[in-house]
């Protein structure tokens, strides 16, 4: 019964798989693309930007400028990154209502699509020109990742993003969404 169970189980999985890297340049990801994330003609709405620090965590010398941009960053832009005023929210949740700047809290360890520690920014579109111009000027040779946020997660990291620096190979299979507007859970 239960063999049996798991017979159909994998089944559909291998269906779903096989009709998914049908459809997909991205086949190593683990959800569904939604059509109208992939219609050129009409892309789906860019509600917000982060903004992603990537560094070697075994790198002294690394590690220091990372946290010394983080603290100009953050001072110039007048982010609180204190206890409480760091966003509140999933690190993938595009949040149209979030009309400031905000911090992330700094990863140490690989977490998610990134392969190595990092920190991110929320950056509100308003916000966008500003701050990219200023943090490009300003990375010290540290590798830097400006994405989009519109809930096609997928196309927003790999395909309508930017790097300063040198591209890191992002862990696709970590995705959890990947349709306009999608919030994805954590
Ligand atoms: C892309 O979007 C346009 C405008 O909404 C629509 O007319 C067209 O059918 C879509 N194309 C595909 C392949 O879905
Ligand atoms: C808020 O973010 C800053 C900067 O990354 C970090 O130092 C601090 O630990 C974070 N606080 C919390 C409560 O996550």
Excluded at 9 to 21: D, K, N, P, Y
Excluded at 111 to 119: E, L, M, N, V
Excluded at 179 to 184: A, E, F, L, R
Aim: hydrophobic content about 40%; proline content about 9%; charged content about 15%.
């Amino acid at each position: 019964m239960i063999a049996a169970r798991l017979a159909v189980l994998a089944t559909v999985a291998l269906a779903a798989l096989v009709a998914f890297g049908a459809c997909g340049t991205d086949a190593q990801t683990q959800v569904p693309i939604d059509p109208q994330c992939v219609n050129s003609s009409h892309p789906p709405h860019l509600v917000s930007y982060h903004i992603h620090i990537l560094f070697n965590a075994n790198n002294q010398d690394e590690v220091s400028r990372a946290m010394v941009l983080q603290h100009e960053f953050a001072s110039h832009f007048k982010v609180p990154i204190g206890k409480k005023e760091n966003c509140s929210f999933a690190a993938g949740d595009p949040r149209p209502e979030q009309k400031s700047i905000c911090a992330y809290p700094t990863s140490w360890l690989p977490d998610g699509p990134f392969p190595t520690a990092q920190y991110s920014f929320f950056v509100p579109r308003s916000f966008y020109g500003e701050t990219v111009q200023w943090i490009m000027q300003r990375r010290d040779g540290l590798d830097l990742l400006v994405h989009p946020n519109s809930g096609c997660e997928i196309q927003d990291h790999l395909h309508w993003s930017m790097w300063g620096g040198t591209p890191w190979e992002l862990n696709v299979a970590a995705f959890h969404c990947d349709s306009p507007g999608c919030i994805p859970p954590n």
